[in-house]
Nanobody, 126 residues
Framework: QVQLVESGGGSVQAGGSLRLSCAVS????????MGWFRQAPGKEREAVAR????????YYDDSVAGRFTISQDKAKNTLSLQMNSLKTEDTAMYYC???????????????????WGQGTQVTVSS
C-alpha cells in the first residue's frame, strides 16, 4: 500500500524560506513522475513542481521558477521542496503526489497523479 506523508509546513513572513518533505512508502512504480501541488482557498489545485524519477529532470510552474527547488532522495524514499523568497500568494495547502507516467514530460494535471498525501499548510504573511 502506497503512503505519502508530508511535513515541514508552517507560517513564515514574506521573503522567508520553508522546506517541505514527503516520506514515500510502498511501490509507486518506476519511470514515473512525482510532484508538489498546492491549493489555495477557493482555487483549483495546481502543479508547483514535478520531477522524473529516473533522470531527475525537473519542471516548475512559472510562478515559482527560480524560487522553489524540487529534489528526491531515493535512498531515503523522500521528496522535498525547498521554497525560498516566499510570497503571500504562495499561501496554500501543499500536497505531495506520485505515480504519473512520464511521456517525455511530467504532466501537470491532478488527474494524472495516482497517489496523494494529506497535505501540509504553508502560510506566508506580509
Amino acid at each position: 500500500q502506497v503512503q505519502l506523508v508530508e511535513s515541514g509546513g508552517g507560517s513564515v513572513q514574506a521573503g522567508g524560506s520553508l522546506r517541505l518533505s514527503c516520506a514515500v512508502s510502498g511501490d509507486v512504480g518506476s519511470r514515473i513522475c512525482m510532484g508538489w501541488f498546492r491549493q489555495a482557498p477557493g482555487k483549483e489545485r495546481e502543479a508547483v513542481a514535478r520531477i522524473y524519477d529516473v533522470l531527475g529532470t525537473t519542471y516548475y510552474d512559472d510562478s515559482v521558477a527560480g524560487r522553489f527547488t524540487i529534489s528526491q532522495d531515493k535512498a531515503k524514499n523522500t521528496l522535498s521542496l525547498q521554497m525560498n523568497s516566499l510570497k503571500t500568494e504562495d499561501t496554500a495547502m501543499y500536497y505531495c503526489a506520485a505515480g504519473a507516467l512520464w511521456r517525455w514530460d511530467c504532466p501537470s494535471s491532478v488527474a494524472d497523479f495516482r497517489y496523494w498525501g494529506q497535505g501540509t499548510q504553508v502560510t506566508v504573511s506580509s
